[in-house]
């Protein structure tokens, strides 16, 4: 570590020595810098955007949701078990070492491993090594979202993480909460390189002379910087100190904006907003009326309109467009006459009194969200006594179901519409995990039948249909009141050419393709 | 002397110990620090376990004896979020925020001592009336708004100042990078230590003055002025030393604050000290770090008020410090 620290306090000085004649270095700050060197030791936003500059994955999304090829070349379905990827040739790892079937194997078996992304990987079997440049991927039945799941394999140079390190630990050790090997070094096939790391203060990600891919951008360094502050990541970019942030708070959209040297660029995002009503713990939520007419009370459009800025899309559903089980007739549906209506029709014209928590610090403007909804709800006579508190203590009180209505965003992992059913709607079920996060204690045996169909259809058009009828069950129950899919932001400086080019609806910005005047 | 200081030591060690036991029956209010570690995602079966192995299941008083033993040998356990022993990742921040108070109290001493002084002998003056009045909207301006003030004036208005961050640092030895001997660094100290200093600096000048006023009103001056004496003489030796005392005494209490408090004027800048790091564990649950930081503070404050009350004996003989006979 010592070694690394005045290695890369040598190149900093030398950087200032030299100055930089030709070299293109973009500034970058973000809210926090990814916690280690090692991608499996977290699933995490920050460590796939880390994945994404060092490493590269088998395959990754574009800006309109289709796969590209990365280190794999081409893939094809042999069996409704198996898809055989054709990987690269004369890719290096940055330690040297060549890539190979081998490492993808390796790397597969270490996913498998580690306590965030083995969840993800449950499904998979041992994948085949057909010869150095070919690899059978098997699920253990048939699986739709195996390409999606190849956006999260980023193979690891197996030879470099084989072996002890000087403490006696396994290389490939993974380690979330001491040191290890894997968190403080590094040797992916991606287009940089860690050059000097100090966590919560700097990172220097210098290009690797041997990368594959001669086609992408021109940046040969990047220096990476969290800035906690909101105003200051700003005022960072609007007075020149860095070239690029990520997130931008939504009170400084019209700034940039007006910025002329400055772009913004947002883009709809996947990741719902939602409130939970908790049937067990107040039985007037069981009623299917009550619950409809909440959802007939909250003007999420207004929320967007007047707390989001409009940056964000009204929800009627869970999956948004471009998801499977997007349905388009499924819009919101706000209407004050007919939520009273329903509160007569349930046998509550008077209301009630209920309990509601939010974090204050976890999603966009979440607290104002939830001040707001909570006002609604008294339009309908129902008396909302609202806590907020920070997320830290809040998955605490979620977990313990402490309040009657509580909210939840979500954004799938597999960027798939079954994944937001199973975690937040499917019945509760301690053994499979299913409705880990359905504080709602919503349960419907037809619902958690289709996503479990759903798991194992392969055929694109049946998939289709059956999660498309999932979100029909789930709006006409009124499982869940949905509130808005959240924007992603990003606001850079205008030498950034094609800045708009390189981030996607999963915010792993791809910065290696960033071209810099 | 000698028993002084022990009893001064002995003193310390109750409190951090005391300030340990505290933090370590709040850390479970704070969060999980679990939660911080792992993906939303990952199953109830894997947090548990992580939990077992992190020994944070086991009931409160094993939890802080297995801490206490560890602590006799300096080890305050690991940071969940560095990965590294909780006592050098403060030892690795402190420079920075020691270097932004050590320039704040210069600022401070160099202005408050002539605007105090001033305004205290020619309290009727324009002059002096401003600097109260300014004074006066100087408290009243929350620290971190001025902080962004000057962010928004000089960073991004006029791009004459950096706008976070400590700037190219110098490494001085051991764990301490110094942002002193450079000029880039020196230009990222300015802001943050005048944000600081804009809360501290009317503090002081409103206490020297009203403290040298009453100084300048007692017997012995009268008698200086009756002997003849020149006023200078009156007032820079003879008052102002006897306005010193409680000035150290606030002064001394101050400095442990700052260095404790200077959480907002960090993070607005992104200053990477000790208040940062606070805020930051708070919000990640890393408890371990959270609860060294306390037991750190806390010595702090003993080790300042100790040095208080030795100047204290220099200042003014008629003081005698406890312990000595």
Same mark, same amino acid.
């Given at each position: 570590?010592?070694?690394?620290?005045?290695?890369?306090?040598?190149?900093?000085?030398?950087?200032?020595?030299?100055?930089?004649?030709?070299?293109?270095?973009?500034?970058?700050?973000?809210?926090?810098?990814?916690?280690?060197?090692?991608?499996?030791?977290?699933?995490?936003?920050?460590?796939?955007?880390?994945?994404?500059?060092?490493?590269?994955?088998?395959?990754?999304?574009?800006?309109?949701?289709?796969?590209? !090829?990365?280190? =794999?070349?081409?893939? &094809?379905?042999?069996?409704?078990?198996? *898809?055989?990827? #054709?990987?690269?040739? +004369? /890719? $290096?790892?940055?330690?040297?070492?060549?890539?190979?079937?081998?490492?993808?194997?390796?790397?597969?078996?270490?996913?498998?491993?580690?306590?965030?992304?083995?969840?993800?990987?449950?499904?998979?079997?041992?994948?085949?090594?057909?010869?150095?440049?070919?690899?059978?991927?098997?699920?253990?039945?048939?699986?739709?979202?195996?390409?999606?799941?190849?956006?999260?394999?980023?193979?690891?140079?197996?030879?470099?993480?084989?072996?002890?390190?000087?403490?006696?630990?396994?290389?490939?050790?993974?380690?979330?909460?001491? !040191?290890?090997? =894997?968190?403080?070094? &590094?040797?992916?096939?991606?287009?940089? *390189?860690?050059? #000097?790391?100090?966590? +919560? /203060? $700097?990172?220097?990600?210098?290009?690797?002379?041997?990368?594959?891919?001669?086609?992408?951008?021109?940046?040969?360094?990047?220096?990476?910087?969290?800035?906690?502050?909101?105003?200051?990541?700003?005022?960072?970019?609007?007075?020149?100190?860095?070239?690029?942030?990520?997130?931008?708070?939504?009170?400084?959209?019209?700034?940039?904006?007006?910025?002329?040297?400055?772009?913004?660029?947002?883009?709809?995002?996947?990741?719902?907003?939602?409130?939970?009503?908790?049937?067990?713990?107040?039985?007037?939520?069981?009623?299917?009326?009550?619950?409809?007419?909440?959802?007939?009370?909250?003007?999420?459009?207004?929320?967007?309109?007047?707390?989001?800025? +409009?940056?964000?899309?009204?929800?009627?559903?869970?999956?948004?467009?471009?998801?499977?089980?997007?349905?388009?007739?499924?819009?919101?549906?706000?209407?004050?006459?007919?939520?009273?209506?329903?509160?007569?029709?349930?046998?509550?014209?008077?209301?009630?009194?209920?309990?509601?928590?939010?974090?204050?610090?976890?999603?966009?403007?979440?607290?104002?969200?939830?001040?707001?909804?909570?006002?609604?709800?008294?339009?309908?006579?129902?008396?909302?006594?609202?806590?907020?508190?920070?997320?830290?203590?809040?998955?605490?009180?979620?977990?313990?179901?402490?309040?009657?209505?509580?909210?939840?965003?979500?954004?799938?992992?597999?960027?798939?519409?079954?994944?937001?059913?199973?975690?937040?709607?499917?019945?509760?079920?301690?053994?499979?995990?299913?409705?880990?996060?359905?504080?709602?204690?919503?349960?419907?045996?037809?619902?958690?039948?289709?996503?479990?169909?759903?798991?194992?259809?392969?055929?694109?058009?049946?998939?289709?249909?059956?999660?498309?009828?999932?979100?029909?069950?789930?709006?006409?129950?009124?499982?869940?009141?949905?509130?808005?899919?959240?924007?992603?932001?990003?606001?850079?400086?205008?030498?950034?050419?094609?800045?708009?080019?390189?981030?996607?609806?999963?915010?792993?910005?791809?910065?290696?393709?960033?071209?810099?005047? | 002397?000698?028993?002084?200081?022990?009893?001064?030591?002995?003193?310390?060690?109750?409190?951090?110990?005391?300030?340990?036991?505290?933090?370590?029956?709040?850390?479970?209010?704070?969060?999980?620090?679990?939660?911080?570690?792992?993906?939303?995602?990952?199953?109830?079966?894997?947090?548990?376990?992580?939990?077992?192995?992190?020994?944070?299941?086991?009931?409160?008083?094993?939890?802080?004896?297995?801490?206490?033993?560890?602590?006799?040998?300096?080890?305050?356990?690991?940071?969940?979020?560095?990965?590294?022993?909780?006592?050098?990742?403060?030892?690795?921040?402190?420079?920075?925020?020691?270097?932004?108070?050590?320039?704040?109290?210069?600022?401070?001493?160099?202005?408050?001592?002539?605007?105090?002084?001033?305004?205290?002998?020619?309290?009727?003056?324009?002059?002096?009336?401003?600097?109260?009045?300014?004074?006066?909207?100087?408290?009243?301006?929350?620290?971190?708004?001025?902080?962004?003030?000057?962010?928004?004036?000089?960073?991004?208005?006029?791009?004459?100042?950096?706008?976070?961050?400590?700037?190219?640092?110098?490494?001085?030895?051991?764990?301490?990078?110094?942002?002193?001997?450079?000029?880039?660094?020196?230009?990222?100290?300015?802001?943050?230590?005048?944000?600081?200093?804009?809360?501290?600096?009317?503090?002081?000048?409103?206490?020297?003055?009203?403290?040298?006023?009453?100084?300048?009103?007692?017997?012995?001056?009268?008698?200086?002025?009756?002997?003849?004496?020149?006023?200078?003489?009156?007032?820079?030796?003879?008052?102002?030393?006897?306005?010193?005392?409680?000035?150290?005494?606030?002064?001394?209490?101050?400095?442990?604050?700052?260095?404790?408090?200077?959480?907002?004027?960090?993070?607005?800048?992104?200053?990477?000290?000790?208040?940062?790091?606070?805020?930051?564990?708070?919000?990640?649950?890393?408890?371990?770090?959270?609860?060294?930081?306390?037991?750190?503070?806390?010595?702090?404050?003993?080790?300042?008020?100790?040095?208080?009350?030795?100047?204290?004996?220099?200042?003014?003989?008629?003081?005698?410090?406890?312990?000595?006979?």
């Amino acid at each position: 570590m010592r070694k690394l620290f005045s290695l890369g306090l040598g190149i900093l000085l030398s950087l200032c020595l030299f100055g930089l004649a030709n070299a293109k270095t973009l500034r970058l700050a973000m809210d926090a810098d990814p916690v280690s060197m090692d991608p499996h030791v977290q699933l995490s936003g920050g460590m796939l955007q880390y994945s994404q500059l060092v490493f590269d994955p088998l395959v990754r999304w574009t800006q309109d949701m289709k796969f590209e !090829p990365r280190l =794999a070349v081409k893939w &094809e379905r042999l069996n409704p078990t198996t *898809v055989r990827f #054709y990987l690269r040739k +004369g /890719v $290096k790892f940055h330690s040297g070492n060549p890539f190979t079937a081998k490492d993808v194997a390796w790397t597969m078996a270490r996913l498998k491993k580690s306590p965030d992304f083995k969840g993800l990987f449950e499904p998979f079997a041992e994948p085949k090594i057909v010869d150095d440049y070919t690899i059978d991927i098997i699920t253990k039945g048939p699986y739709p979202l195996l390409l999606n799941m190849a956006t999260y394999i980023f193979p690891m140079d197996s030879k470099f993480y084989t072996g002890k390190d000087e403490n006696g630990q396994p290389k490939d050790a993974i380690v979330k909460t001491g !040191p290890s090997f =894997a968190n403080s070094h &590094e040797s992916g096939t991606g287009k940089y *390189v860690v050059a #000097y790391r100090e966590q +919560g /203060v $700097k990172w220097i990600l210098k290009a690797f002379k041997d990368y594959w891919d001669k086609n992408s951008g021109n940046v040969d360094e990047i220096i990476l910087t969290p800035i906690k502050n909101d105003a200051t990541r700003v005022a960072a970019l609007l007075s020149g100190d860095v070239d690029f942030i990520m997130p931008v708070p939504p009170q400084d959209y019209s700034r940039i904006e007006k910025n002329p040297n400055l772009q913004l660029i947002t883009m709809p995002g996947a990741r719902i907003i939602t409130f939970q009503l908790n049937q067990k713990r107040r039985p007037e939520f069981a009623n299917k009326k009550v619950r409809q007419a909440i959802v007939y009370a909250v003007n999420n459009v207004g929320i967007v309109e007047k707390i989001m800025k +409009g940056k964000a899309t009204p929800a009627g559903q869970q999956s948004p467009e471009g998801f499977l089980g997007h349905v388009p007739e499924l819009t919101p549906r706000y209407d004050l006459a007919k939520a009273k209506q329903l509160m007569k029709e349930a046998g509550y014209p008077n209301g009630f009194e209920c309990s509601m928590i939010a974090p204050n610090n976890r999603y966009v403007n979440d607290e104002k969200i939830a001040e707001a909804v909570a006002s609604m709800l008294s339009k309908i006579n129902i008396k909302v006594n609202l806590k907020t508190m920070p997320k830290a203590q809040y998955w605490d009180q979620f977990d313990a179901r402490a309040a009657d209505i509580q909210m939840i965003g979500w954004h799938p992992d597999t960027e798939d519409s079954a994944n937001y059913t199973e975690f937040l709607l499917m019945c509760p079920d301690e053994k499979t995990g299913y409705g880990q996060y359905n504080s709602g204690n919503y349960c419907n045996p037809e619902v958690d039948k289709l996503i479990l169909q759903a798991q194992t259809e392969t055929n694109v058009e049946k998939r289709k249909a059956i999660l498309q009828k999932v979100e029909r069950i789930l709006y006409e129950d009124a499982a869940f009141v949905p509130l808005h899919w959240q924007h992603l932001s990003w606001a850079a400086s205008k030498k950034l050419k094609n800045a708009k080019d390189i981030v996607n609806k999963q915010n792993f910005p791809y910065f290696g393709n960033l071209i810099m005047e | 002397m000698f028993a002084f200081i022990v009893r001064r030591f002995l003193q310390a060690v109750f409190v951090m110990l005391v300030i340990s036991l505290i933090g370590f029956s709040i850390q479970h209010q704070i969060g999980d620090p679990v939660r911080d570690l792992v993906g939303i995602s990952v199953s109830k079966k894997e947090r548990e376990a992580l939990r077992e192995k992190l020994g944070l299941n086991d009931p409160f008083f094993i939890q802080y004896g297995r801490f206490l033993k560890k602590a006799l040998h300096g080890d305050l356990g690991r940071s969940f979020f560095y990965k590294k022993p909780a006592v050098d990742v403060i030892l690795s921040k402190a420079p920075a925020t020691l270097e932004l108070v050590f320039v704040t109290s210069i600022l401070v001493i160099v202005f408050s001592i002539p605007l105090g002084i001033y305004c205290a002998i020619f309290p009727k003056k324009f002059l002096s009336r401003l600097i109260m009045g300014a004074s006066v909207v100087g408290v009243s301006i929350p620290v971190f708004l001025t902080a962004i003030m000057l962010i928004y004036i000089f960073s991004v208005k006029l791009g004459v100042m950096p706008s976070f961050g400590r700037g190219e640092l110098v490494h001085i030895g051991g764990y301490w990078y110094s942002g002193l001997f450079t000029w880039d660094g020196l230009k990222h100290l300015v802001m943050p230590s005048i944000a600081l200093t804009s809360i501290m600096l009317p503090l002081f000048v409103r206490l020297i003055r009203a403290e040298m006023m009453e100084v300048l009103e007692s017997e012995y001056i009268r008698f200086a002025w009756a002997k003849g004496l020149k006023p200078k003489r009156i007032w820079f030796v003879h008052a102002f030393k006897n306005t010193l005392l409680p000035v150290i005494t606030v002064g001394g209490v101050q400095l442990g604050t700052l260095i404790a408090f200077t959480i907002l004027t960090e993070s607005v800048f992104q200053w990477q000290g000790l208040g940062f790091l606070f805020v930051e564990a708070v919000e990640r649950a890393d408890t371990t770090l959270l609860v060294s930081y306390l037991i750190f503070v806390g010595f702090v404050f003993v080790l300042i008020n100790t040095l208080v009350d030795i100047i204290y004996g220099l200042v003014n003989p008629m003081v005698r410090i406890t312990g000595k006979k």
